[in-house]
């Protein structure tokens, strides 16, 4: 029974997974082809080699566009307080923290791949949009105090970022309700005109 072979979706996949865990280094073009059930011409074939396998796969995988339209979708309201409460919410229920895998951003050393870094960073500030946004309607419906809304949204960020990085590099869980009623009410509160 031959084996089935599968396209080039399947092979990131299972190349995404593997460079995750272990990066770049750690993983060969045969770890890929047990992980994926394909062969090595077959990955040469979509790929050309290991190296584009890699980038391809990071591409695919280091991304943030989901969360980002999902934040997009739950502060695009009239309520400008329930904006707060739902970024909050939504930040700390879905950060992506997938595409953040060390090994998705390290090549042969402890170099950071250029391409990989630069993504997150560009869809980083698209999630920081998002916010200075729907601060910045708040202040001019005199819901916020007037004040800086990108210096505003980098505050909210970075009370937010300290969960999401407890959570993602040291495993503390916490209370994430808690956290998500503590920053909304101390946002709200610092925000009130």
Not at 21 to 45: F, H, L, Q
Not at 64 to 83: C, H, K, P, W, Y
Not at 84 to 111: H, K, Q, W
Not at 144 to 149: A, L, Q, S, W
Request: with cysteine; hydrophobic share 40%; aromatic share 10%.
């Amino acid at each position: 029974m031959e084996k089935a072979k599968p396209g080039s979706a399947a092979i990131l996949e299972a190349a995404g997974r593997l460079f995750a865990e272990k990066g770049y280094a750690n993983v060969s073009i045969r770890d890929v082809c047990r992980e994926a059930n394909t062969t090595p011409p077959m990955i040469y074939y979509y790929f050309k080699d290991k190296r584009r396998l890699f980038e391809a796969a990071v591409k695919h995988r280091v991304t943030m566009r989901e969360f980002i339209v999902l934040l997009q979708d739950r502060t695009s309201g009239d309520d400008d307080e329930a904006n707060v409460e739902n970024f909050v919410d939504v930040y700390l229920s879905s950060f992506p923290t997938g595409a953040f895998r060390p090994g998705l951003y390290m090549v042969e050393t402890a170099e950071l791949d250029r391409s990989s870094a630069e993504k997150i960073s560009q869809e980083l500030d698209e999630v920081r949009g998002v916010a200075v946004a729907f601060i910045r309607r708040g202040v001019s419906r005199g819901v916020f105090r007037k004040t800086d809304p990108e210096g505003a949204a980098d505050c909210l960020l970075g009370m937010l970022n300290h969960v999401v990085f407890q959570q993602f590099h040291f495993s503390k869980s916490g209370d994430i309700r808690k956290a998500k009623a503590t920053i909304a009410e101390f946002f709200l509160r610092a925000m009130a005109p």
